[in-house]
């Protein structure tokens, strides 16, 4: 290959595929032309209006080869005729294209494959990601496959066929050690077991490679697998992402999609659930807990947020991540213009946000950082605390049953006479109770008279009852609805009626500093002001709802209004009762603003129900209190959305908006009678016909199981993307996990069972396919499988699988492990610092670990994982010495060395070759070679002298980690293995996937 081509395979937007130019085959637009184009003539000559110059577009045919309305400017089979040809070897710098200005100089290579395509009759086509799935034939088996390892499904075929025109020969298979390993980590993200790894390399069954498959895809583990990639791409976090990045709940959505994936759910219900699962009839929870994804973007609590400008913020990212999750596209592009490089329009951009203009949002949380109120929620308890809801609910439905029973054995008091001290105006209503108008002082009495107490009363009832001519709808006439009711006082006469015990339906626990009781209690309401005056029975937390206070009444005290009769013919006139209502709190008028009172004959008295549910209601809010909620989405009256010029939130000077799909793309049969929903966009998206979700997906997970996508740019299948290396198989395999009924399990068991994922990875001297080591540095035809190193969360989860301390629970909240102190320290509103666990939630796996956007876990972050501000398709993989550091001094490295040292001399044998053999069967899942297994038995005894010279060292060394230490082992034997094992656990090979 000439120079000038490879170097041409290092400007973006060019495929490093051969074309067909040099070994003299056709020239294809789409793959080899188009590419050239996009590259160094779009920006002026693209689908940007805007920025189009001369009118002129060389992404449609009308624009290279004319129209009735203009000459185009290719001519096919007429190269000196062309003026394409022309303006780029036009030797006049003020004509030749691209321009000095651009400074993107067209490479002879280019030059030479656009001459060839004019040459060859130019032919066009659409780009590639935009056309029907086509339904591929298998192509014939290939020349030479009878030396080659034996195909095991229809993958193979598709890719075998071009090995030979590239002079290449597919790798043997790997070793069954290496097969296994890879297959877990793939699968599982977890390394095989001592037990699992003897169990198949001892299984020589034709099928047993299957039935591994098979037993991996069935354990829960494989949906928390398939989870990582995904909460990339929908941006899960556990934290707010802008200003003060406070914490927020969404952890049920990340169980969802595990539990999804264990389930097999299939993908278009998986997508529809995510988009539009609260549009669904009589949604489920699970369902709502899905439609959390369209509450996952990022979220602002700060004073000086303008709620408009965020408003367009966040719908801006729903598109941005609508595009990167379902369509492989780069829409962020059209938020102010047109796509420069694509057919994406401004429009479209806009007509996709007005898909979501019905959730139910703020621009500005205000006060949500306290709260934790960032929009509607609702609370997912897991299965053991949903049945305890249930039992509680039930006791409590009895005991609310025996308490409305009683309801028909009340009598409402109507005072005859009714005084507020303060100065207020109190009116009797129709139905017995009072309303407070007038002057409303800090503090003030209500005096009420009544004719009489009937005979034999057990309780008394005070009802405060909102109303709306009350602040807040009361029922105080506190600015915040609220009231203080300090003693109620009540007489026979002149005789007191002693008051034995106090029930409420609820008492406030806000703003309790420093009360005696702990909470705004009905109890203060009768202790005759030995707490102070100021403290009672209050309700701000329930402020415009109604609520009930039940008071008993002493069985002496009930006989006080009985006057013993003068001679057996004397009858006395029952005296008055009179009611003092004394609301002594001050600070706002905490009076009662409107009440009612009741009274009972009815024995027993009604208290014992009263203390049941009162019992039973905070027994439930305890219970309450600890299950986790979700956000989720709300539909509501959709807002108007309009084109925001450049992007400018300001500007409403754009067209309105509808929901609707881009021109370019089918309709495919969404309706066209009604306004479209999120729920026509998520059934769009995953039309059998789609052009665009099936390939996306499939070559996703292409890449994971074979090192790199089909298409390479995992996030742009535009024309700033790449021209598939096979885009038939590519083709062939969407349209069969189309046709599978979206079946990913199916899809994931087709790609691991082939004979090109059991490939070696390396290319020992002297092999049959050394040569594509040379012939094909990139593996872009897949001759053999790839090494790389795993993600950051499974860097972790491998060293605690192979140290022994791995917690393998499946879901739940984030988790806390170690991180540095004061790494927090400029998080602020509020301020925080990190609390690690302190049991066994520090071994969790590493998709756990609480996700802070602006401060992600140092750990991980070392190892390349994203912040999730925005959709993630493809993370960077870097080899830094920082993650060497990492591996060797992060308290969970340390801790995972020191268990796994402590089972080497526990469970591996009596002698050092037999607990390295042990390790590294373990870290590696294999045995250690010769010159291994000599460096680290002198590395051992190495150890040993310095911890011997030192023993307080080796007990600093013991002393990290929470784990429980082996008190029967030396500490500076231990400490001296500890050091070994940390040397394994920072092994590349351990941290590779291959």
């Not at 699992?196 to 895809?217: I, P, T």
């Not at 044998?909 to 000599?934: C, D, H, I, M, S």
């Not at 082992?969 to 231990?974: A, G």
Request: aromatic content about 8%; some cysteine; proline content about 7%.
């Amino acid at each position: 290959m000439e120079l000038s081509a490879l170097l041409l395979c290092g400007f973006a937007g060019v495929a490093p595929v051969a074309p067909g130019g040099d070994d003299g085959g056709p020239i294809r637009f789409a793959r080899d032309v188009r590419p050239l184009l996009s590259e160094y003539c779009f920006a002026c000559h693209g689908p940007d209006a805007a920025k189009r110059e001369a009118e002129l577009r060389l992404d449609t045919r009308a624009g290279l080869y004319g129209d009735a309305a203009r000459r185009g400017v290719v001519v096919p089979g007429a190269l000196e005729q062309s003026e394409l040809w022309r303006r780029i070897g036009d030797a006049d710098e003020m004509e030749r294209m691209p321009p000095a200005a651009a400074q993107k100089e067209l490479p002879p290579a280019a030059r030479a494959t656009l001459r060839r395509w004019i040459e060859q009759g130019a032919p066009f086509e659409g780009h590639w990601a935009y056309q029907p799935l086509s339904r591929p034939q298998l192509p014939p088996p290939p020349q030479g496959s009878a030396s080659w390892p034996p195909a095991r499904n229809e993958i193979d075929a598709f890719l075998r066929a071009p090995l030979t025109a590239q002079r290449l020969a597919p790798a043997p298979a790997a070793d069954r050690a290496t097969l296994l390993r890879r297959l877990s980590l793939d699968l599982l993200g977890l390394p095989p077991t001592a037990l699992e790894l003897a169990a198949f390399l001892a299984d020589r069954a034709d099928d047993a490679w299957e039935r591994q498959v098979d037993r991996l895809l069935a354990s829960p583990h494989y949906g928390e697998r398939m989870a990582m990639q995904w909460l990339d791409l929908v941006r899960y976090a556990d934290s707010v992402g802008y200003h003060g990045d406070q914490e927020v709940s969404v952890s049920p959505f990340r169980d969802w999609v595990i539990a999804a994936f264990n389930a097999n759910l299939p993908f278009d219900t998986f997508t529809i659930e995510q988009l539009a699962g609260d549009l669904l009839p009589e949604p489920t929870l699970r369902q709502q807990v899905a439609s959390g994804y369209n509450r996952l973007g990022m979220m602002s609590a700060e004073g000086g947020v303008q709620p408009k400008e965020y408003l367009a913020k966040y719908v801006a990212e729903r598109v941005r991540n609508l595009g990167g999750t379902w369509l492989g596209s780069t829409l962020g592009c059209c938020e102010c213009h047109d796509h420069k490089f694509d057919p994406f329009l401004a429009r479209d951009f806009y007509s996709f946000a007005a898909f979501f203009a019905d959730l139910e949002e703020r621009g500005l949380y205000s006060g949500a950082e306290g709260s934790g109120d960032w929009g509607p929620r609702i609370a997912v308890p897991s299965d053991e605390q949903a049945a305890q809801l249930a039992r509680l609910d039930a006791e409590l439905a009895a005991a609310r049953a025996e308490r409305d029973a009683s309801e028909a054995l009340w009598q409402t008091l109507r005072p005859s006479a009714a005084r507020s001290v303060g100065g207020a105006t109190l009116t009797l209503q129709d139905d017995g109770s009072l309303l407070a108008s007038g002057a409303a002082p800090d503090t003030d009495r209500y005096e009420l008279t009544f004719a009489a107490l009937p005979p034999g009363a057990t309780a008394l009832r005070l009802e405060v009852l909102p109303d709306e001519s009350l602040p807040n709808r009361g029922p105080g006439r506190a600015g915040n609805g609220n009231f203080v009711l300090s003693e109620i006082v009540a007489r026979v006469g002149e005789q007191p009626l002693a008051i034995a015990g106090a029930v409420a339906s609820f008492e406030q626990h806000g703003a309790a500093g420093g009360n005696p009781y702990g909470r705004w209690a009905v109890a203060a309401a009768i202790d005759r002001d030995a707490q102070g005056a100021r403290w009672g029975w209050a309700v701000m937390e329930q402020a415009g709802r109604a609520n009930v206070a039940w008071f008993t009444l002493a069985p002496l005290a009930r006989e006080a209004e009985r006057v013993a009769a003068v001679g057996a013919a004397a009858v006395v006139e029952p005296a008055p009762l009179t009611i003092e209502l004394d609301q002594q709190h001050g600070a706002g008028s905490h009076t009662l603003g409107r009440f009612r009172l009741s009274v009972t004959t009815a024995s027993p008295p009604i208290a014992p129900a009263l203390a049941r549910i009162a019992e039973l209601e905070a027994q439930r809010a305890a219970l309450d209190a600890e299950v986790t909620r979700t956000l989720v989405a709300r539909s509501v009256a959709p807002r108007a959305i309009r084109v925001l010029p450049r992007g400018r939130w300001m500007d409403e000077s754009g067209a309105l908006c509808d929901p609707d799909f881009p021109a370019f793309l089918p309709r495919l049969g969404a309706p066209t009678d009604r306004r479209l929903t999120r729920l026509d966009l998520a059934r769009w998206l995953v039309h059998p016909d789609h052009p665009l979700t099936a390939r996306v997906f499939v070559n996703r997970l292409w890449k994971r199981f074979f090192g790199e996508g089909l298409s390479r740019r995992l996030d742009d299948f535009g024309a700033q993307g790449e021209w598939p290396s096979h885009p038939d198989l590519l083709d062939w395999l969407a349209r069969r996990f189309i046709d599978s009924g979206f079946d990913v399990k199916a899809l994931v068991r087709l790609l691991v069972t082939s004979a090109a994922y059991r490939q070696r990875s390396d290319l020992p001297d002297g092999s049959a396919v050394n040569a594509g080591g040379a012939l094909d540095p990139d593996n872009r035809w897949f001759a053999r499988q790839a090494r790389f190193r795993l993600e950051a969360e499974l860097v972790r989860d491998v060293a605690l699988r192979a140290s022994g301390l791995l917690v393998e629970t499946i879901g739940g909240r984030s988790v806390r492990p170690y991180q540095p102190a004061g790494y927090w320290a400029y998080l602020n509103f509020p301020t925080r610092e990190w609390q690690a666990d302190a049991d066994e939630r520090l071994w969790r796996r590493g998709l756990y670990v609480h996700w802070q956007r602006q401060y992600l876990h140092p750990s991980l972050l070392a190892f390349d994982a994203p912040s999730r501000e925005e959709c993630t398709a493809d993370r960077a993989r870097s080899n830094t010495p920082l993650q060497a550091l990492v591996l060797l001094n992060d308290p969970i490295y340390v801790e995972a060395a020191r268990a796994l040292a402590q089972r080497m001399i526990e469970e591996g044998g009596a002698t050092v070759a037999e607990r390295l053999a042990y390790a590294y069967w373990r870290v590696v899942a294999r045995a250690p070679r010769q010159e291994e297994a000599a460096r680290l038995a002198a590395l051992l005894e190495q150890q040993r002298a310095e911890y011997a010279a030192a023993p307080a060292a080796a007990h600093e060394l013991l002393a990290i980690g929470v784990a429980p230490l082996a008190r029967a082992i030396d500490p500076v034997e231990l400490a001296a293995w500890t050091a070994v094992a940390r040397v394994l656990l920072n092994l590349h090979e351990g941290i590779t996937r291959d």
